[in-house]
């Protein structure tokens, strides 16, 4: 099997769980009001939306390795 393919199913997969956090991050119900209960909602969301971030950067390096790699002619 081509190694390429490895690169794609990798980043295909970090894409995946990135969109399935900020997915997760924009169902936490933030509540009326400025309390306690306000502001943990708010750091729910921030964490799942740093997770998602992450995992999106993650696939774009292994994009930009597989294309390297490629342009090197170290892989097809």
């Known amino acids: ?3 390429s393919v490895y690169f794609d199913f990798a980043a295909a997969l970090l894409a995946s769980c990135s969109a399935a956090c900020w997915a997760r991050s924009a ?5 009326t009001g400025w309390d306690a ?3 943990d909602a ?3 969301s921030a964490q799942w939306n740093s997770r ?12 930009a390795v597989k294309t ?3 342009a090197r ?3 097809q």
Do not use: C, H
């Open 52 to 63: 998602g971030a992450a995992l999106a950067a993650v696939s774009v390096v292994a994009t």
């Open 27 to 31: 169902r936490i119900t933030v509540p």
């Open 42 to 44: 708010f750091r729910k």
């Open 37 to 39: 209960d306000q502001a």
């Open 1 to 3: 099997m081509n190694p």
């Open 68 to 70: 390297a790699l490629m």
């Open 73 to 75: 002619g170290l892989i």
